[in-house]
């Protein structure tokens, strides 16, 4: 008799494929369940490994659309990015998956979730009687031997990769040693930017919202306007121009470092553009308190977090200061880079008569010569005292 | 009779030139002071200028090792950027211009400092005796004619500047309207990255207490050692290479916002650098609480608060903070931007052996799964209430 | 002909009065308001007076009921309270007084308001014809006999006052000097504790997304539940036992330090009674964020910015956190003194039967073994590099 | 042959007896360890009754001094408090405890400790041998028959308790519940306000650099002043007072929420008179940095971190701040009430005369005027901005 109804995250690997034959052993019924989040893989024939494996039902889930409209889009209005650098292409992926492993376990009647995020989990990786049975990767290799189970005939990189419609992630193997630079064809998402074309692409990105609703390739007229074509184009254009590389070693939720490479061409365009029609719009005051709600954001989101009830909270306060944030943003992509060339926004608290007359004079210069005295007074009460003490001393 | 003595901080133009007549006009004696720091300028024409005008002394000073030292390296050591984009180039300056006028009117007897930050102040631009008479640029130029004040032949560019060891900033004129792109001639202190050489330069830098100490052309084998060679050697670096480069919109102080463009080639790369071993050698924790400090010690600075007690206090905690900050870092500076390609540390709390071990799955996964739990019993708590409360509707 | 309109925030006493008379003198019609937010006044005598001394028209508002509910009641919901002991009763009457007049000026259309907070304004305290011409109390008193304004008779106290239905304010004068003790008969709204009743009086309060809806004495069985009545009855309770007296120096926007008497009877219960329910309904790390929020709401309520985008936001935020919090709340009040006795709430997240669990030691104490071994990766990391480091020297 | 040694922290207690006799049976020598940390004990019984459960060695420590010096002093520094009500008298007793405990542990070379916070650790209600043998306290009890072990005969109160110099805390059991009330004869270290003297004690404490160095009462003219003298007269005179008790429901580290009722007389006190002495002598805006830094340290030290590399960071910066943090508080306690009655310093930051030229109107107004109108600048933009678009729509 079954132990019940696991649905499993499947990938199609080694790993996934032993914990799926190794679940069966252990008297469950398998649903394999496979996101396509943008990542490059024949979705095909994972289905087909998976059914020949013994899966009672093999779900194909493309949700590259809702990942961009409900997860990526949020993040990009919260200009979400952890210690500075990383934008969490990774962290921003994982509810979207988990989110739809959980609504298959529920249609689907199943007892747990494999490798999910909340509820009843089994997370073999985690469970002794597995993880003391396959203790390196030629035991995983041996089983799968045993049990009929396909193993990769190409050669496994000498690190681990995650990748998604949003970034590839580098980490592990060869690139623990944070001294040692990555390999020149490490990338697979970006062209080099020594290889990358020598003159730029200029493109302007309308926002509403905080979000992209159009991206224009501004020389050739050709025009982008749904959430996936917008964010596919700008990783078309982000990679061929190289944009979006990092190297860098971050703090993990569990307390130690760890080093990561990552490319991220759409995401960092959106970053560059998004921040600048931002704060071209947005009320400074308003932006300062939104600007220390996305690092919170940033760091729930990279903790797993983003079904929390402080996450739900900030996403809540960050999508209200967005409501302003419209325009058009030009740029540039270019070996690498991406320059802001200038904006436009019928919301925008800029105001060139004002800035103008600051700077020829007209604007009334006793009220500045008020506004520093007065907020001198603090500060000449402060020296008074310090010259006081130093000159008993 | 003199009405007292006035240290005027003197450029050498039009305005100042103005303002050093109309002073003596009024019936003060006037002591120019023009700061070196680092700014292309004929220093030597200046002080001629300056001694015909009627100057009773004249003071350039040489101001750049400690620009560097004293100003610039606390804002690297603070990661000190505004609105997550400018590097304060010119708010850095400030503090160090000032602090020198007032040495030299405590030195020279005088009883008032014009221009300068504190004290009792003499500001042209805000007496309408003054800008009630100067309206425009024609009327500076007919009271020049009248008092022997020599004209800038060269026209003035269609936008205002402001030079130093760490920037160059570009505002106004032209540059007022924020959807024009800046001309491609704007920039004095980098090439275009267009122009820049096809291959990159590979920097190591080393740092101690968070500020570099050495940098050294892997290649080339060539090291700097002191504050001021090692920042102009990364300027020069950077410049070679298009770095720095940005076109913001920006809150000003007194609640405009206002457009500039920046360049700041060894800023830029300096703040990557440091960066990249902060997050090394530093404390998850520490560096979260850090970060903070760092906005707000940005938001001092570029508001005029250098010398107020909170940026004090503020300085020395983010200086107790870099206590560790130590390591070297190579980088590839190319096309504008700025690669980090890997970092070692005597003190990096980066653990390889560790990593490996999570990686591997030797590290105690019951551990994890305790640390999953608990952190969960608060999001349980929170769903079941919103269980509870949605089946009752 | 007349100069224009003028809406004039009218007291009844010597200062506006003489102002009133010497608006008309400088040729404006004046229309003066005074609102009644709860302070003790004869309303039909300030009236009286007002036409005597020539308004052309007199608004007497009573604006109580929204004082509470559009104005306190958040204050409550953010917890305001600044540096960490000002309920802030003046500054939360500010905004409701200065928005009904300018509701009056745009309905009457007047060009000027006076003492408002927005639009053109005339502020005869800082327009040097006024303040050079009334430098002294003698002044007013003098010009006062020449215009036929009436002078009150009772002598002023030593400190001035202010009063709403949240509180008073009691400062300058004889308090000026920080060390010298309050006069015991210094109150008007709270007995002396020491005077007060010998048994306690206990409340029943209820909340709904955070603001009370009604409030019950215990023993009496006697409830009220309009907003006003409801403050109303908890400043009466307040009151009886002598609750909320505090005697602080606080900053001031611009920079200086003040000596400051409050008492401030029902909004002390109702920020300690709010706090409970809230720490019982709201989840730790939105509360933890929303602390925060509250804390910047009430810098920008005591400087003046209900009307700011920032203020707005914020605003939004924090009632948007309130939605929960709901629940009785049980207190006593005695002798200066709330004390919280219990509470009750439908959307608690306190769970009686896990903490229990949690005590008897049925709860999985592997779980805690595994949190504290992961929260201890970083400080094992950090200690073993310290140890290191120490051992070498 | 022994497994090693262990310290066990020891309270002589049913619990820790048992723990003790059991890891003799599990093969550990034993060091028994009992800190004086302010409890009311027989800590010669507690010796005695360890020595004839087989203990090979007894620490009784006087650990009061250093417990107020180290441990109180700067959380009274930080105005440390939890989620704005809990001075956190039991997490600040804990780092203390532990101290000693590795201290010992590395005099004695013992290789374990028990309940201690760091390094190796046998933490009995965390094994299963153990936690599945002692289910329930008749499971103990049975067992203590079984081995000799003392049982005690007073009736164990239906909560459990932690007391020590700084609180007492009181929680579980019928406390449980968090609508009943707690029972009137539950506090053991403070009189109950009603039954409290019918006239208060008036007191003065000295401050310098943010610790009390002297407390006098101001009619006895008796004083203390070495801190645990300090501390212990605080504790008397707000004990006899009633001062000190609260009633909240906290969130707990591990996420759930659990009641406390909590008595802190003298530290009550010190967070009054210390909050008032820092507002008093510490600017503003180092004042807001330092309160951040208060509010992160609480979360700290609730959460056991004290000794983390953030929390010596944030002591090192609050440290700093509290430089200038001196001078006398006058305050009165009486019926569980605390209130502040005037202060003075050398090194204030109020400036009487200052505050008085601002009310007298002596103080330059149009320096207001300039103040107001450039801070209404960007709120003019903001208004000017939604005006156009409400009038569009």
Not at 13 to 19: A, K, Q, V
Not at 93 to 109: K, L, N
Not at 230 to 238: A, D, K, Q, T, V
């Amino acid at each position: 008799m079954s132990k019940g109804t696991v649905v499993l995250a499947y990938s199609g690997g080694l790993d996934t494929s032993c914990i799926l034959v190794w679940l069966k052993e252990e008297g469950y019924d398998v649903i394999t369940y496979l996101a396509n989040i943008g990542q490059v893989e024949d979705f095909d024939a994972a289905k087909k490994k998976a059914e020949s494996l013994g899966a009672k039902k093999v779900f194909i889930e493309d949700l590259r659309a809702e990942f961009v409209e409900e997860f990526i889009w949020p993040s990009v209005q919260a200009s979400a990015i952890y210690e500075d650098r990383y934008l969490l292409g990774t962290s921003v992926a994982r509810p979207c998956i988990a989110r739809r492993q959980i609504q298959i376990a529920r249609q689907e009647g199943a007892q747990y979730v494999s490798h999910g995020a909340t509820g009843k989990i089994i997370a073999p990786w985690r469970i002794p009687e597995f993880y003391n049975r396959f203790v390196g990767r030629k035991d995983l290799m041996e089983y799968a031997e045993k049990h009929g189970i396909p193993v990769p005939v190409t050669p496994k990189a000498p690190w681990s990769m995650d990748a998604n419609l949003m970034h590839i992630s580098y980490e592990s193997g060869i690139l623990e040693n944070p001294k040692s630079h990555a390999p020149a064809d490490l990338y697979l998402m970006t062209k080099s930017p020594e290889d990358a074309p020598n003159s730029p692409d200029v493109l302007e990105i309308e926002f509403k919202k905080g979000v992209p609703i159009k991206v224009t390739h501004v020389k050739e007229g050709k025009s982008k306007d749904t959430p996936l074509d917008i964010f596919s184009y700008l990783n078309e254009m982000g990679g061929r121009h190289g944009v979006g590389r990092i190297d860098i070693v971050e703090n993990r939720f569990i307390g130690m470092k760890s080093r990561g490479i990552y490319e991220t061409p759409g995401g960092t365009i959106l970053y560059h553009a998004h921040l600048d029609i931002e704060t071209f719009t947005m009320d400074r005051e308003v932006r300062r308190i939104k600007q220390g709600l996305g690092v919170k954001f940033a760091e729930m989101l990279y903790n797993g977090f983003w079904y929390s009830p402080e996450c739900e909270f900030v996403r809540h306060c960050i999508d209200k200061s967005q409501e302003s944030v419209e325009g058009k943003v030009q740029l540039s992509v270019f070996k690498g880079q991406v320059y802001i060339l200038g904006r436009e926004s019928p919301k925008s608290l800029y105001n060139e008569e004002l800035v103008s007359m600051d700077v020829q004079g007209d604007y009334d210069p006793c009220d500045a010569s008020g506004f520093i005295k007065i907020n001198a007074v603090r500060l000449r009460e402060h020296h008074r005292l310090q010259g006081e003490h130093h000159s008993k001393h």
